[in-house]
């Protein structure tokens, strides 16, 4: 017999949203009577599409141009920070000293470093002192317009680049250096029987931890690494101090110029919920059928 896995709505489930209600109305009470805050959503629309009359069709105003960029910093920070923290991971658990040292000063160096502290190091230092005696963003800008297009669809526009690799790198060490400990807890899940089973049918320890070892640990570290890519979503958000026009710098800009704030942020939070629920129901999707294999 198949289960039924839907789950009917119970009275506390009625209470709750009941509650959630009362409190969604009493907030938008004491913002309209006691902080007299008048609303003003007409304005918002044209901050996130407008129409162009010289391109004569609608593009992407502040607001989605920042949705986008957010998508960008964290496809990337995702990327950069799964493979940092998979080589890490396989570090820590490495038979060589001294490959358990590194991977063990980068995981304890990187998580008691506050990630606004990280941000401010690339941004000044990586930069501002490094980038810019490489010349990095003068070669792109010296590119020609087709190279210059892709690298903004893919990247960022020209002139922002080395705010936006900065932006991407700290992210991708601070993201890397969680996705570090779930690699290393999901190959030492793995019993110590599944080692020797390989050792005995004459496997090198490379083949053993290649063919055995590390596909049982990426089927048992995907639930956490799921929730360490949403987290990496949020976490983007603190790069906009560095100027990068992500959802959140854009959204204090909008703020700042129509001074609609309840609404901007409003829209800010939809926008963000939307990006991370996507990703929670396609990872939760995916997870399923990866159960449902076996």
């Not at 496809?75 to 396989?90: D, E, S």
């Amino acid at each position: 017999m198949k289960s039924n896995n839907k789950r009917k709505l119970k009275k506390a489930d009625f209470i709750i949203l009941g509650l959630a209600a009362v409190l969604v109305i009493y907030i938008v009470y004491r913002i309209k009577v006691t902080i007299r805050y008048e609303w003003a959503w007409e304005i918002l629309p044209k901050y996130i599409f407008r129409f162009d009359d010289k391109l004569g069709r609608w593009v992407s105003a502040a607001i989605f141009s920042g949705f986008i960029m957010t998508i960008k910093l964290s496809i990337w920070g995702i990327i950069l920070g799964t493979a940092i923290g998979i080589v890490m991971g396989i570090l820590r658990v490495h038979t060589e000293l001294f490959g358990r040292v590194i991977s063990r000063v980068y995981v304890d160096l990187i998580r008691n470093i506050p990630p606004l502290v990280l941000v401010f190091i690339f941004y000044f230092f990586f930069s501002s002192q490094i980038l810019d005696n490489l010349g990095l963003e003068e070669l792109v800008k010296a590119s020609g317009p087709v190279i210059q297009s892709i690298l903004t669809v893919i990247f960022i526009k020209p002139s922002l680049f080395n705010e936006f690799l900065s932006a991407v790198l700290s992210i991708a060490l601070y993201e890397g250096a969680y996705i570090t400990e779930i690699v290393r807890a999901g190959i030492e899940s793995i019993p110590k029987g599944q080692w020797e089973a390989g050792h005995a049918i004459g496997l090198s320890r490379y083949r053993q931890f290649r063919h055995i070892i590390l596909p049982q640990a990426l089927r048992n570290v995907l639930p956490p690494l799921s929730g360490q890519f949403i987290s990496t979503i949020k976490d983007s958000a603190i790069v906009s101090v560095i100027s990068v026009p992500e959802l959140s710098f854009q959204g204090m800009q909008v703020m700042a110029s129509t001074y609609a704030s309840f609404e901007t942020w409003i829209v800010i939070t939809g926008l963000y919920f939307i990006l991370t629920f996507s990703c929670a129901a396609f990872f939760g999707r995916l997870l399923q059928r990866l159960k449902a294999a076996d």
